[in-house]
């Protein structure tokens, strides 16, 4: 790697646990590498660029890497479709793993504002996260049902008079992932987002996992901040950058290794 392209990666670990990694400032001295581990498990190539006082990281992916990241890609890229059999069905299963022993009396039916959608119609409230979305309330109604009924229901801590809307809440997390580690990119554009492509390839479940702490941890956090609906925005930041403190520990190796994984309960 030619040393007038920067250091082996353009990454700065501060004692409060932050990363720098973009608009970086510091001198070439303050720049420090990348786990070995990583490297290790397919990070071919973690290079940094520096443009005036921008850093940008450029990572070349293995055809196996490639192809776990289009994997995801192509469920990313799934819209909503009310007319589609697979979707409606996955939304009745959605709904019988939220109220079992509660007939469902149609997909438009008042009885989906209990869950926490804007109305009737929940297919209205999927179109910023997409079908995915659906998918991922699904995985964790079905593997972490106690956790995933504790935040349905508020069941834990004191609840502010307005709480979150349970269902949207939802959507927006995952879109909220998908931006965080920019999964529309080709390829991974920050640290955060390399190292959870190797997670993936542990597991390839490890999308709906990251969403299911997700979920678990900002529930955590509105309780801690004592937040009422108007907080939202505020308490989705500060989830952000939690997991993205997370990801970056050096013993990460899998995606249930993150200490806020502990949150979750089956």
């Given at each position: 790697?030619?040393q007038n392209a920067g250091?082996?990666?353009?990454?700065?670990?501060?004692?409060?646990?932050?990363?720098?990694?973009?608009?970086?400032?510091?001198?070439?001295?303050?720049?420090?590498?990348?786990?070995?581990?990583?490297?290790?498990?397919?990070?071919?190539?973690?290079?940094?660029?520096?443009?005036?006082?921008?850093?940008?990281?450029?990572?070349?992916?293995?055809?196996?890497?490639?192809?776990?990241?289009?994997?995801?890609?192509?469920?990313?890229?799934?819209?909503?479709?009310?007319?589609?059999?697979?979707?409606?069905?996955?939304?009745?299963?959605?709904?019988?793993?939220?109220?079992?022993?509660?007939?469902?009396?149609?997909?438009?039916?008042?009885?989906?504002?209990?869950?926490?959608?804007?109305?009737?119609?929940?297919?209205?409230?999927?179109?910023?996260?997409?079908?995915?979305?659906?998918?991922?309330?699904?995985?964790?109604?079905?593997?972490?049902?106690?956790?995933?009924?504790?935040?349905?229901?508020?069941?834990?801590?004191?609840?502010?008079?307005?709480?979150?809307?349970?269902?949207?809440?939802?959507?927006n997390i995952t879109f909220?992932?998908?931006?965080?580690?920019?999964?529309?990119?080709?390829?991974?554009?920050?640290?955060?987002?390399?190292?959870?492509?190797?997670?993936?390839?542990?597991?390839?479940?490890?999308?709906?996992?990251?969403?299911?702490?997700t979920f678990k941890l900002?529930?955590?956090?509105?309780?801690?901040?004592?937040?009422?609906?108007?907080?939202?925005?505020?308490?989705?930041?500060?989830?952000?950058?939690?997991?993205?403190?997370?990801?970056?520990?050096?013993?990460?190796?899998?995606?249930?290794?993150?200490?806020?994984?502990?949150?979750?309960?089956?």
């Amino acid at each position: 790697m030619e040393q007038n392209a920067g250091s082996f990666l353009a990454v700065r670990r501060l004692s409060g646990g932050a990363i720098h990694h973009h608009r970086h400032h510091s001198s070439p001295a303050e720049v420090v590498g990348v786990s070995t581990a990583w490297l290790g498990k397919g990070l071919s190539c973690v290079c940094a660029q520096r443009r005036e006082s921008d850093v940008r990281l450029s990572f070349d992916l293995s055809p196996i890497q490639e192809e776990c990241l289009n994997r995801l890609q192509n469920r990313i890229e799934v819209q909503y479709d009310g007319s589609n059999l697979e979707h409606q069905k996955a939304l009745e299963a959605l709904w019988r793993s939220s109220f079992p022993g509660t007939e469902l009396l149609g997909l438009v039916s008042d009885q989906w504002k209990e869950m926490g959608w804007q109305g009737k119609d929940p297919s209205t409230d999927f179109r910023g996260g997409g079908f995915i979305s659906l998918e991922n309330l699904l995985y964790f109604s079905r593997n972490y049902p106690k956790s995933f009924q504790e935040l349905l229901r508020k069941q834990n801590g004191d609840r502010a008079l307005w709480e979150y809307p349970f269902a949207v809440a939802g959507v927006n997390i995952t879109f909220m992932l998908i931006q965080m580690l920019d999964l529309q990119a080709a390829k991974p554009t920050s640290l955060v987002g390399a190292v959870f492509l190797n997670l993936l390839l542990e597991n390839d479940r490890a999308f709906d996992i990251l969403y299911c702490i997700t979920f678990k941890l900002m529930d955590q956090k509105w309780l801690e901040m004592h937040a009422s609906y108007m907080d939202f925005n505020t308490v989705i930041k500060s989830t952000r950058r939690q997991l993205e403190r997370e990801l970056l520990l050096e013993d990460i190796q899998r995606i249930e290794d993150m200490p806020s994984y502990r949150f979750l309960a089956c």
